[in-house]
């Protein structure tokens, strides 16, 4: 796991951006699987930025989604298909047809998880996987407790979880219980995982994740078995990890043939 301090959240999201410009580039079609909530958006505007300024096309690009509320159809307000639409679809050149989300209103979630999981399969896996990290821990919608070789399916959401999503909604709708998320065994197969997690509140995660023993309880902490795990953080997030100083070592002295 290599773990990048930065200086701020705005230099996190623009190296985070950096590198998912880096391998469309190295490969054109490559397949992307993308996060939502409030960390990527930065990310997803420097993407825009890149690709209206830049030239950087997502053309031949095919993206899968980590996961979406059950019940909640595409053009809700708060669906994350929607999220996508406003935030890289539909200001990028992708091509809709190319742009995966589960679906959240499957009436056979069984069978809407299994074709999920045969689409990534289909098109010879993910290239890179961006990450968002919940502050207790849990990486797409894996709460702790989940099983660490899961695949796509149906989660129920903890209290922790349902309130930290409230702000998303208005006052007297409730926030679904249910979303259909790609598991962590799903996740872990991925040939990159690049996490990004800034601010005092991820403190706390960001330390079990990296220097805490690997466990269900706190599901992102798998990444310490992923072969090309890149997580980014600042100096608020990381404030908590004993080995920071070394990490920052570490990345200031790396060759310059393993820069990004």
Same mark, same amino acid.
């Given at each position: 796991?290599?773990?990048?301090?930065?200086?701020?959240?705005?230099?996190?999201?623009?190296?985070?951006?950096?590198?998912?410009?880096?391998?469309?580039?190295?490969?054109?079609?490559?397949?992307?699987?993308?996060?939502?909530?409030?960390?990527?958006?930065?990310?997803?505007?420097?993407?825009?930025?890149?690709?209206?300024?830049?030239?950087?096309?997502?053309?031949?690009?095919?993206?899968?989604?980590?996961?979406?509320?059950?019940?909640?159809?595409?053009?809700?307000?708060?669906?994350?298909?929607?999220?996508?639409?406003?935030?890289?679809?539909?200001?990028? *050149?992708?091509?809709?047809?190319?742009?995966?989300?589960?679906?959240?209103?499957?009436? *056979?979630?069984?069978?809407?998880?299994?074709?999920?999981?045969?689409?990534?399969?289909?098109?010879?896996?993910?290239?890179?996987?961006?990450?968002?990290?919940?502050?207790?821990?849990?990486?797409?919608?894996?709460?702790?407790?989940?099983?660490?070789?899961?695949?796509?399916?149906?989660?129920?959401?903890?209290?922790?979880?349902?309130?930290?999503?409230?702000?998303?909604?208005?006052?007297?709708?409730?926030?679904?219980?249910?979303?259909?998320?790609?598991?962590?065994?799903?996740?872990?197969?991925?040939?990159?995982?690049?996490?990004?997690?800034?601010?005092?509140?991820?403190?706390?995660?960001?330390?079990?994740?990296?220097?805490?023993?690997?466990?269900?309880?706190?599901?992102?902490?798998?990444?310490?078995?992923?072969?090309?795990?890149?997580?980014?953080? *600042?100096?608020?997030?990381?404030?908590?990890?004993?080995?920071? *100083?070394?990490?920052?070592?570490?990345?200031?002295?790396?060759?310059?043939?393993?820069?990004?």
């Amino acid at each position: 796991m290599e773990i990048i301090l930065v200086e701020s959240e705005k230099t996190g999201a623009l190296l985070a951006a950096r590198l998912i410009a880096r391998q469309i580039r190295l490969k054109p079609d490559a397949v992307l699987g993308l996060a939502t909530g409030a960390t990527p958006v930065p990310i997803y505007a420097e993407l825009v930025r890149m690709h209206r300024e830049e030239g950087l096309s997502f053309r031949r690009v095919t993206t899968f989604n980590l996961d979406e509320y059950v019940g909640l159809p595409p053009d809700h307000f708060a669906s994350y298909r929607r999220y996508m639409q406003e935030h890289l679809f539909g200001k990028v *050149d992708l091509l809709p047809e190319k742009t995966q989300v589960p679906d959240g209103m499957a009436r *056979d979630i069984t069978a809407c998880c299994a074709d999920y999981e045969e689409r990534i399969r289909r098109v010879g896996g993910v290239d890179l996987q961006l990450l968002g990290l919940g502050q207790d821990g849990h990486i797409g919608f894996n709460e702790p407790s989940s099983s660490l070789a899961s695949r796509t399916r149906l989660k129920t959401l903890t209290p922790h979880t349902l309130a930290a999503n409230r702000p998303g909604f208005p006052p007297g709708q409730e926030v679904p219980r249910h979303v259909l998320t790609m598991g962590v065994g799903t996740i872990m197969e991925a040939r990159r995982c690049l996490l990004v997690a800034f601010g005092p509140r991820k403190s706390t995660a960001v330390a079990r994740m990296v220097e805490g023993p690997l466990t269900a309880m706190v599901p992102a902490s798998i990444l310490q078995m992923h072969p090309v795990a890149t997580v980014i953080v *600042d100096g608020e997030a990381a404030r908590d990890l004993r080995m920071r *100083d070394y990490y920052s070592e570490v990345y200031r002295h790396k060759p310059d043939w393993q820069k990004e």
